[in-house]
């Protein structure tokens, strides 16, 4: 007898198999996995998988990723920097090859995601690969038509450390602003920010009235700076979602 | 590495409160037990480093749950949460 279903609860989250069929390289460190997911029930933007490597002995390493993609996309994408001390990202960034398999589950989350119907306006605020759910979020945004006002404020340590850079360039329009701030090195005549983000900064890119919704993703002490800030600049606490990135995500 | 850098948060401890619970526990709200704020479970301080998961208030740091996986069982401790507020 089949069991009534009780509204909201979620179907278990399997590993499943996914085929990669493309990859990316955005910058020398980071590479974006594009994969054909025969299982996937799709996912809201700003979720994330989990992702598992199984060693010939056995062993597992497990880490989290951000999805790059939109639910409307028909792959699913992530976008992994690799970093020279960790267990999984080394493997995903220089070893992964098309054709290949990779476990993972999802979408995993719920607190840091949005839908266009949640409205706006919408400030972003990313730091480094922190820009990965946001851009799940902007490629939503655009597959939906959103008229929802936005703005990316977008911190990266030089113009090539700077994801999505030609994808946002056609992205922005009138209602969707792109501002980076380059923290350790700018290219002559640079004219946009060049220092972390602080509070001025958050008070020039903050939208008036009740200011929207905010997200903010990246590194720990990156997310807690900018939280305090929009906090400072008046934002409501319950509408500034925040991901923080730990050393372990490698 | 200072602790600043291993403090995470709930969106960290989505995939194992994913295996245990059938509704999304990050977006129910929970009350803490020991200075009664109530917080989004996404966005409470999580701590993975140690072994299990570690949920702590971001008010006070009190210790709001604490989870641990090994081969097929689970530990769960949910002692410094009064409720949870759990969305259908």
């Given amino acids: 007898m089949a069991r009534a279903a009780i509204l909201g609860r979620l179907a278990p989250v399997r590993w499943q198999l996914g085929d990669v069929v493309e990859l990316v390289e955005e910058t020398p460190r980071v590479k974006t996995i594009a994969l054909d997911l025969p299982d996937w029930l799709g996912h809201r933007a700003g979720q994330h998988v989990d992702v598992r490597l199984t060693a010939e002995d056995g062993y597992q390493a497990q880490r989290s990723y951000s999805i790059a993609s939109a639910p409307e996309n028909d792959r699913l994408a992530i976008t992994v920097e690799r970093l020279d001390d960790g267990e999984v990202s080394p493997y995903l960034a220089e070893e992964l090859v098309v054709g290949d398999k990779l476990e993972l589950r999802g979408p995993i989350g719920g607190y840091f995601a949005w839908d266009a119907d949640d409205g706006g306006p919408l400030l972003l605020v990313g730091g480094g690969s922190g820009v990965v759910p946001l851009m799940s979020m902007l490629r939503h945004r655009a597959a939906r038509r959103s008229q929802v006002s936005a703005r990316l404020l977008y911190s990266a340590r030089s113009l090539d450390d700077v994801i999505y850079r030609q994808e946002l360039e056609r992205l922005a329009t009138d209602n969707l602003e792109v501002l980076y701030t380059l923290t350790r090195a700018q290219p002559p005549g640079w004219t946009g920010y060049a220092r972390r983000v602080d509070k001025d900064m958050l008070e020039e890119v903050a939208f008036g009235g009740d200011h929207g919704i905010a997200f903010v993703c990246g590194p720990t002490r990156f997310v807690e700076a900018v939280a305090d800030g929009l906090l400072a600049v008046g934002y409501a606490p319950e509408r500034v979602k925040t991901e923080r990135f730990g050393p372990t995500g490698g | ?88």
């Fill in chain 2, 1 to 88: 590495m200072e602790e600043e850098d291993l403090k995470l948060d709930g969106n960290a401890a989505a995939g194992v409160l994913r295996e245990l619970f059938s509704f999304e526990l990050t977006t129910a709200r929970g009350r803490c037990d020991n200075c009664g704020a109530i917080a989004e479970i996404g966005a409470v301080m999580v701590y993975s480093n140690a072994p299990g998961v570690v949920l702590r208030c971001p008010q006070c740091q009190n210790v709001l749950m604490r989870v641990a996986a090994d081969g097929g069982r689970y530990w769960l401790d949910v002692r410094g949460i009064t409720w949870l507020e759990i969305h259908a």
